[in-house]
């Protein structure tokens, strides 16, 4: 698990397995996004899998999955939810964390300038320099 910081509140990385869920627990997260949709990759694990684990740890999950047909408003909506109702650390994932990273980035929208949305995911690694028309001026 590559696991990348956004800010003090998020972080994202691709894939995981049902057992790095524990490692997730001792590092603090309370929630578990998983932005990728079951069945992309024949070697995924099922939500399902990770589902459990999370719950058998005491962790929240959410399944906002970011598919084929692209971003939606229902997704950010989700998403800026998921993260303003978690007292604590989110952990969220997908493929390779660029959606979860792009979810995250648009939820943001307004809530912070966009110079440093795309400036807090570049220092984790991903480019949303391509938002910047959708999330504004701040």
Not at 37 to 54: K, M, T
Not at 65 to 71: A, F, K, S
Not at 73 to 86: F, I, R
Request: proline share 6%; net charge negative; with cysteine.
């Amino acid at each position: 698990m590559d696991l990348k910081r956004i800010n003090d509140h998020v972080s994202v990385s691709g894939q995981i397995q049902p057992e790095d869920v524990a490692t997730l627990k001792s590092l603090g997260f309370v929630a578990i996004v998983n932005n990728r949709p079951d069945g992309e990759s024949p070697d995924q694990p099922a939500g399902a899998e990770i589902e459990a684990a999370a719950k058998a740890a005491g962790l929240s999950y959410h399944a906002i999955p970011l598919g084929r047909e692209g971003v939606n408003p229902d997704l950010v909506a989700s998403t800026k939810a998921v993260l303003e109702g978690s007292d604590g650390p989110v952990f969220c994932f997908c493929r390779s964390g660029t959606r979860s990273t792009t979810l995250w980035a648009l939820s943001q929208a307004g809530e912070a300038p966009a110079e440093e949305i795309i400036s807090q995911a570049a220092e984790a690694g991903y480019d949303m320099s391509h938002l910047a028309g959708y999330l504004g001026r701040g």
